[in-house]
């Protein structure tokens, strides 16, 4: 850890940022998955869906600057190279050879459901370590991630 004013202890803060690198790697993941997405769906609802998608993926570009700068800010490094997101991730990896939107969207809303439920388990996890910055921060992408994941479900036709 890098000597830091930060006032939360060295412990605190290196378990936070554990939790913020796991994160940091799943978003970047999801960025690729989303742009996999954007590039390769086919269908009636091709306009939209494929603006929803790069859309959704500069979001999940925010959470990564987002999550890298929280860490580095706590005095950890913050490890995002596309190595490190590829080993680290925890998102099922994408399909690579679907078109059809249905699949995608399919794929897409999987993606964004775990990344999601992660996010809420680190909620949970930084608020008891004492991070409540931490914990703010993955409320906010929590938030995001539930409204994408309903923009993206929108797409699918109701029972």
């Known amino acids: 850890m890098q000597q830091t ?7 605190i803060r290196a378990h936070s940022s554990e939790i913020l690198n796991k994160h ?7 960025h690729g998955q989303l742009k ?3 590039w390769n769906v ?6 939209a869906i494929h603006e929803l998608f790069d859309k959704i993926a500069t979001d999940a570009d925010k959470y990564s600057d987002q999550l890298a700068e929280r860490a580095a800010g706590l005095g950890a490094i913050a490890e995002g190279t596309v190595q490190v997101a590829t080993a680290n991730s925890f998102l099922v990896p994408y399909p690579l ?3 059809d939107e249905k699949e995608h969207i399919f794929a897409v809303a999987a993606a964004l459901a775990a990344f999601g439920q992660s996010a809420r388990e680190a909620i949970t996890k ?5 991070d409540a910055d931490t914990a703010d921060l993955f409320t906010e992408i929590s938030r995001g991630v539930d409204q994408q994941l309903w923009f993206v479900e929108s797409h699918k036709s109701p029972k």
Request: charged share 15%.
């Open 24 to 30: 940091l790697a799943a978003a970047i993941d999801l």
């Open 126 to 130: 930084t608020a008891a370590l004492g």
């Open 42 to 47: 086919r269908g009636p609802n091709f306009i």
């Open 97 to 99: 050879r679907i078109a």
């Open 36 to 38: 996999q997405a954007h």
């Open 5 to 11: 004013h930060n006032t939360l202890s060295e412990n």
